[in-house]
T-cell receptor
Framework: GDSVTQMEGPVTLSEEAFLTINCTYT??????LFWYVQYPGEGLQLLLK?????DKGSNKGFEATYRKETTSFHLEKGSVQVSDSAVYFC?????????FGTGTSLTVIP | EAGVTQSPTHLIKTRGQQATLRCSPI?????VYWYQQALGLGLQFLLW???????NRGNFPPRFSGRQFPNYSSELNVNALELEDSALYLC??????????????FGPGTRLTVL
């Protein structure tokens, strides 16, 4: 069935380090892909999205490219900040249902 | 613009009781989604309502049910509560059918504790 597999955490990085959080998916057809972020004490909010193959979503310095050939949507940021500390969720929409990954906790230390 | 609101914030029940959780979507949104966020399991899709009708449901037993009202607000009911139902229940809303985008806006959640 359809699913999302997300890199397990927790991830701890120093400020200004490069971030990659891996996300791969299984789905038929042409799903839409999302990254959501949950900052401490706050609700989930959309970080970025891509609705078709080769689209690149970007926001707040984060990027992810919809790769249909590798069924992936990895989240990247070139230089993380302490304020990026949060839990990140990869999500898939198949037209019928949303599927979320288990979340990856990121802690950025000064 | 007000965001998605949920009530109550916290709910404590005992095994066998029923719980009712409420959600008000963002004005103009017609779709409401319910998720269960249990520790270590990420978000598990529960139910999706659109224009008052159930569009889809996740792999949960029938004692999880809900409805959507004419003003698009929604209720989630959990009957015969079990200890493992303890979790954060999140509600999200989105515009109706606008192709494949369906950006969801999440509420703060209701923390249900079953004793």
């Amino acid at each position: 069935g359809d699913s999302v597999t997300q890199m397990e955490g927790p991830v701890t990085l120093s400020e200004e380090a490069f971030l990659t959080i891996n996300c791969t998916y299984t789905a038929t057809g042409y799903p839409s892909l999302f990254w959501y972020v949950q900052y401490p004490g706050e609700g989930l909010q959309l970080l970025l999205k891509a609705t078709k193959a080769d689209d690149k979503g970007s926001n707040k310095g984060f990027e992810a490219t919809y790769r249909k050939e590798t069924t992936s949507f990895h989240l990247e940021k070139g230089s993380v900040q302490v304020s990026d500390s949060a839990v990140y969720f990869c999500a898939l929409y198949t037209g019928n249902q949303f599927y979320f990954g288990t979340g990856t906790s990121l802690t950025v230390i000064p | 613009e007000a965001g998605v609101t949920q009530s109550p914030t916290h709910l404590i029940k005992t095994r066998g009781q029923q719980a009712t959780l409420r959600c008000s979507p963002i004005s103009g949104h017609t779709s409401v989604y319910w998720y269960q966020q249990a520790l270590g399991l990420g978000l598990q899709f529960l139910l999706w309502y659109d224009e008052g009708e159930e569009r889809n449901r996740g792999n949960f037993p029938p004692r999880f049910s809900g409805r959507q009202f004419p003003n698009y607000s929604s209720e989630l009911n959990v009957n015969a509560l079990e200890l493992e139902d303890s979790a954060l229940y999140l509600c999200a809303s989105s515009w109706g059918d606008r192709g494949w985008s369906r950006e969801q806006f999440f509420g703060p959640g209701t923390r249900l504790t079953v004793l």
